[in-house]
């Protein structure tokens, strides 16, 4: 069955990242019904800092872009079925707001959502060292029934360059939402 997922990009470095799986997903939209992409207001800060642009003219008419603060949106309740969200980067700022359940942006209301309903919430955090705190918050929101899923490239699958580390990291994103696509680079696939 096609999927509605939540995709949020929030204000940490590396964007390219975010970019990079909305992408993926837009490649793959046939495995979607909807993706509800929300970019937060930092996001777009930091995408100025890092002289990224956003460009979402790729996007299939089966992508809504939603504003950070419209929560009347469909998914900001619990009674409009999705699959749940990633948040991808995840800043420690959204990490901290949506451990503790405090919403004052759309993208930490979906979050509470994805809790309470016990729905997908995958975080790609973006952070280095973390502190304490941050490792808290990560405990508390995987202890709650979100995944931590930082970009940590493999090697074992001999990837060609940083192109081919982000492709391989954005499948394993696809796994967890439950949507298996074909890929030959993964571990022992043809034995
Ligand atoms: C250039 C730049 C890079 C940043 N990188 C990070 C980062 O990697 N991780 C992080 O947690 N915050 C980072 N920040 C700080 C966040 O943008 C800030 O905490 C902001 O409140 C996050 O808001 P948001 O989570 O609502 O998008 C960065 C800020 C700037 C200007």
């Known amino acids: 069955m096609k999927k509605r997922i939540v995709v949020a990009l929030t204000g940490a470095s590396g964007l390219k990242l975010g970019d990079y799986f909305l992408r993926k997903v837009a490649e ?22 890092e002289n990224f642009s956003f460009d979402f003219s790729y996007f299939p008419e089966n992508f809504v872009l939603l504003n950070q603060n419209d929560f009347s949106a469909p998914v900001a309740s619990g009674s409009y079925p999705f699959e749940g969200m990633v948040v991808i980067p995840c800043s420690m700022s959204s990490l901290a707001s949506m451990a503790s359940g405090v919403g004052t942006n759309l993208i930490h209301r979906v979050a509470d959502v994805c809790l309470k309903e016990g729905r997908k919430l995958i975080v790609v955090p973006r952070e280095t060292p973390f502190s304490l705190v941050h490792i808290e918050n990560m405990r508390k929101l995987a202890l709650s029934g979100g995944r931590i899923v930082p970009f940590i490239p493999s090697f074992y699958n001999n990837p060609s360059g940083i192109e081919d580390m982000l492709d391989f990291f954005c499948i394993r994103i696809f796994d967890l939402l439950g949507v298996e696509i074909k890929d030959e680079r993964r571990w022992r696939i043809d034995e």
């Open 28 to 49: 793959n939209s046939e495995f979607f019904e909807k993706v509800f992409v929300i970019v937060s207001d930092n996001a777009k800060l930091v995408a100025d800092a």
